[in-house]
């Protein structure tokens, strides 16, 4: 069965970095684009970055632009999200996701396996 586990959060000050991991099996990885998403605190969830198959694009919200970079090692099945000058606005449950093939990049109420999230928090 497919499955996504994400690791890598904790607190962390301003202006510090966290790199978030996501462990995929159960399916060809490397065939799927993949995202991340948050869902701040008595907020939506929000889309956050995306990676098509084999890394040929990547697309992030403007939120974090310039400041998070998505990226995927397909011999590993991993997915990572580095995640530079975080400011308290950062603080969220980040999930991994599989974008289906039926599906746009930042679409995330089309997505199809979620991770369980990983908890990131910034502050002082």
């Known amino acids: 069965q497919v499955q996504l586990v994400e690791s890598g959060g904790g607190l962390v000050q301003p202006g510090g970095s966290l790199r978030l991991s996501c462990a995929a099996s159960?399916?060809?990885?490397?065939?799927?684009?993949m995202s991340w998403a948050r869902q701040a605190p008595g907020k939506g969830l929000e889309w956050v970055s995306a990676i098509k198959s084999r890394g040929e694009r990547t697309s992030y919200a403007d939120s974090v632009k310039g400041r998070f970079t998505i990226s995927r090692d397909d011999a590993k099945n991993m997915l990572y999200l580095q995640m530079d000058n975080l400011t308290p606005e950062d603080t969220a449950l980040y999930y991994c996701a599989r974008v289906p093939d039926t599906a746009a990049l930042y679409s995330i109420y089309e997505y199809d396996y979620w991770g369980q999230g990983t908890q990131v928090t910034v502050s002082s």
């Open positions: 159960g399916f060809t990885f490397s065939h799927y684009a």
